[in-house]
């Protein structure tokens, strides 16, 4: 089983940054999809951004140019920077991981619990 462990949520005024990280776990040897989704109240959860092993970014158009997503392969961890922070970011951030090769066998789709971001003044 995977087990997706975010950190870096919290309270941030508008304009401001935070840098969310998701640590995988589980006997992995490699990763082939990490990424980020969000859910805001009342509304379904939608892809944030998401990096292939190796591969180039992709992000949701409301997020272009303000947040980045980048991965330590060796430390099968995904970070999202997000910068000049709207109260429409506001939301609970998904790590999500797919196609995660592991020594019992591969595992998709696997999710993590979330974590709070809440861009207020």
């Known amino acids: 089983q995977v087990q997706l462990v975010e950190s870096g949520g919290g309270l941030v005024q508008p304009g401001g940054s935070l840098r969310l990280s998701c640590a995988a776990s589980g006997s992995i040897i490699s990763i082939n999809i990490m990424g980020w989704y969000r859910q805001a109240p009342g509304k379904q959860r939608e892809l944030v951004a998401v990096?292939?092993?190796?591969?180039?970014?992709n992000y949701a158009d409301s997020v272009k140019g303000r947040f980045t997503i980048s991965r330590d392969n060796a430390k099968n961890t995904v970070y999202l920077q997000m910068n000049s922070l709207k109260p429409e970011d506001t939301a609970v951030y998904y790590c999500?991981?797919?196609?995660?090769?592991?020594?019992?066998?591969?595992?998709?789709?696997?999710w993590g619990k979330g974590t709070l971001v809440t861009v207020s003044s």
């Open positions: 990096r292939t092993s190796g591969g180039s970014p």
């Open positions: 999500h991981a797919d196609r995660v090769i592991t020594f019992s066998g591969i595992r998709m789709d696997s």
